[in-house]
């Protein structure tokens, strides 16, 4: 099923859909069982439909009340290995998987129902949201999608990494991480990626997280990575990657690295119109960056697809999958 086929055009509107891009969300809903990678504890999720307007939100439903966490970048509480929003003491945790999916299949609006504090880690990349996303479908709704539209460059820094925003037509994000080690040494450490001619789900959603064995002991001692295991990591020793069938991607490392960047930034609350550079950041500084570009007011915009047509006179392109009606 391409999502071409999935994607509703019936209506009134349907005519004025071949030139507006307009907001999205899944056709009903779908509901996913795994664990949560840090907390190592199942959890269900289901996702459904959201109205327009309303953004991705986060809802506790072993928590009395069913209190609700809006996927927003200033609600990041905890950036240690992962991503973990929270709001009234009631956290969310490894959001940064599933949020990388949603923008790649440019869903503005849905509700995320979690029986547990933790996003399901599923196979440790975005690819199997991606899947379920598509199974049971993506409806167009009325209002346009609007975007961010950086205007102005922005940099944040923290030791020797490093983290930009700045003015581009689409989305392009390139990443560099530096890590001398034997096995690491023999991949690529360094992608560009510019998403006019790159398919996010064919070439990032699938790159798994990854990480040393040897450090697997240190980040238990404080309760992450309780839930780790071939099966939702790539996992490394002195010598080799030991997962049977090896990378996905000869570039899996620096693609995961990209893929959790586009996540973090989704919780900007739009997609970006403009340039990631990331060099060796992480959950932190990419909110760092996320936040610092909320407070410069004068760095960005919020824009329709039709106002950036008419600013640059081209199409903004941002990902075939988001333009795919
Ligand atoms: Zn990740």
């Given at each position: 099923m391409s999502l071409d086929e999935t994607v509703d055009q019936s209506g009134p509107d349907a005519e004025e859909n071949q030139t507006m891009l307009r907001q999205r969300t899944i056709?009903?809903?779908?509901?996913?069982?795994?664990?949560?990678?840090?907390?190592?504890?199942?959890?269900?999720?289901?996702?459904?439909?959201?109205?327009?307007?309303?953004?991705?939100?986060?809802?506790?439903?072993d928590i009395q009340g069913h209190p609700s966490v809006p996927a927003v970048a200033q609600l990041v509480s905890d950036t240690t290995l992962s991503t973990s929003i929270a709001t009234g003491g009631v956290q969310v945790a490894t959001v940064e998987h599933l949020m990388s999916a949603l923008w790649g299949l440019g869903i503005d609006n849905l509700i995320v129902e979690l029986s547990s504090e933790e996003v399901p880690i599923m196979d440790g990349s975005a690819g199997?949201?991606?899947?379920?996303?598509?199974?049971?479908?993506?409806v167009t709704q009325n209002a346009?999608?609007?975007?961010?539209?950086?205007?102005?460059?922005?940099?944040?820094?923290?030791?020797?990494?490093?983290a930009v925003l700045r003015p581009f037509t689409?989305?392009?994000?390139?990443?560099?991480?530096?890590?001398?080690h034997e096995v690491y040494n023999r991949y690529p450490k360094r992608a560009t990626l510019n998403f006019s001619n790159v398919s996010y789900c064919d070439e990032v959603s699938r790159a798994r997280s990854f990480?040393?064995?040897?450090?697997?002991?240190?980040?238990q001692a404080i309760n992450r990575c309780l839930g780790s295991s071939l099966q939702n990591a790539v996992g490394i020793d002195d010598e080799a990657v030991i997962n049977e069938g090896g990378l996905r991607y000869h570039d899996e490392f620096v693609k995961h690295k990209l893929l959790d960047a586009i996540g973090d930034l989704?919780?900007?609350?739009?997609?970006?119109?403009?340039?990631?550079?990331?060099?060796?950041s992480g959950h932190a500084l990419n909110n760092k960056l996320a936040r610092a570009l909320l407070r410069c007011e004068d760095?960005?915009?919020v824009a329709t697809f039709e106002d950036a047509r008419r600013l640059r006179g081209r199409e903004p392109i941002v990902q075939p999958e988001a333009l795919a009606f």
């Open positions: 056709r009903k809903p779908v509901h996913a069982i795994g664990i949560g990678v840090h907390s190592g504890k199942k959890v269900r999720m289901t996702m459904r439909p959201a109205g327009e307007n309303t953004g991705i939100t986060f809802v506790r439903t199997p949201f991606v899947d379920l996303i598509k199974t049971v479908g993506i346009p999608k609007a975007f961010i539209r950086i205007t102005r460059e922005i940099e944040v820094t923290q030791g020797d990494a490093r689409g989305f392009k994000a390139s990443y560099t991480f530096v890590a001398d990480g040393l064995l040897k450090e697997l002991p240190q980040a989704y919780l900007l609350g739009r997609p970006v119109l403009g340039e990631f550079v990331g060099h060796m760095a960005w915009e």
